[in-house]
């Protein structure tokens, strides 16, 4: 497109020629203006809309703050119902870690009122000559998943002792520490002795332990009867395997209450003491075998049991 300028200033006429070049420019110079005035009067209006007294900028305003607001409370409430989550979570896991407690605290021996599991620990302090400052929600978020992930931690150690504990009271339970009848005196020990009938020496393999007739026998330990018949020197005899090859062996009684293959508990009632068998009165003849041999009694007996 050629231009044709004429002037009486201009000795003869000119031509310019606009070429698509020419129209590009200006319509990018053209555009780029609108865009940069509608910008400057966008923030004018939004900066001054507060003291203009217009209508349609006062509502575009406070749909905007509305908008922003809506947005900030919903955030407030998603975190707010993810630390309640969290807080309920670690709630479960105190009850948890305060019935784990009570129970190895039965098991170690406490009372569980003398831990007093249920009231806060003492705490207190001078006040720091460091200005303190109030936590952000970040900071309050990273101590709530500490303070979890320590919950947790505490929970499986405590539950990780728990099973050692009663593992090692089970065990306790098979060891013969309880003495089977109840107020006897010994009336002869384990070891060498005079035998009462051949006036010779003899090694006695067991404890005698004087009772009335027909006072209750009783289990040292839990096991399994493997033995329940007549001997023809024993008399009556009860023989119960607690595992790790120890045997407990129970004589001369009146009553056996127990047959082979039962599962016998510590303390459970098994026969009566009696005279039966190579007796001279009535008494309880009880052995404690340890891969066969003869071990002395009083050596479990002494146990805490």
Do not use: C
């Amino acid at each position: 497109m050629n231009i044709i300028l004429v002037s009486e200033k201009l000795a003869k006429a000119r031509t310019i020629t606009v070429g698509l070049p020419h129209v590009a420019m200006f319509g990018l110079g053209l555009t780029v203006s609108v865009l940069a005035l509608a910008a400057a009067m966008n923030y004018v209006f939004l900066r001054f809309a507060a003291d203009l007294n217009i209508p349609i900028l006062q509502t575009m305003l406070l749909s905007a703050q509305q908008e922003q607001h809506e947005k900030a409370q919903s955030y407030l409430r998603e975190n707010l119902n993810a630390m309640a989550v969290k807080l309920g979570q670690m709630q479960a896991q105190l009850v948890r870690l305060d019935t784990l407690g009570e129970r190895l605290a039965k098991l170690a021996g406490f009372k569980p009122q003398d831990l007093a599991f249920s009231e806060l620990p003492g705490r207190g302090g001078a006040v720091s000559s460091l200005p303190a400052r109030d936590l952000s929600l970040g900071d309050f978020t990273r101590q709530l998943d500490l303070l979890t992930r320590q919950v947790d931690d505490r929970g499986d150690k405590l539950g990780v002792l728990e099973s050692l504990f009663t593992i090692d009271s089970a065990k306790k339970k098979l060891i013969p520490t309880m003495l089977p009848v109840e107020g006897g005196w010994y009336s002869s020990n384990f070891g060498w002795r005079i035998d009462p009938f051949t006036g010779q020496r003899a090694f006695h393999e067991g404890l005698d332990v004087i009772a009335q007739h027909g006072v209750m026998i009783r289990a040292a330990a839990g096991g399994v009867v493997v033995y329940s018949d007549f001997h023809p020197q024993y008399g009556n005899m009860i023989e119960i395997d607690h595992g790790n090859d120890l045997i407990t062996r129970y004589a001369h009684a009146s009553v056996r209450a127990v047959k082979i293959g039962d599962v016998v508990l510590r303390g459970a009632r098994i026969g009566e003491v009696g005279a039966t068998g190579r007796a001279t009165g009535t008494h309880l003849h009880f052995e404690v075998r340890q891969r066969g041999a003869p071990v002395n009694p009083t050596q479990f007996l002494r146990l805490p049991g």
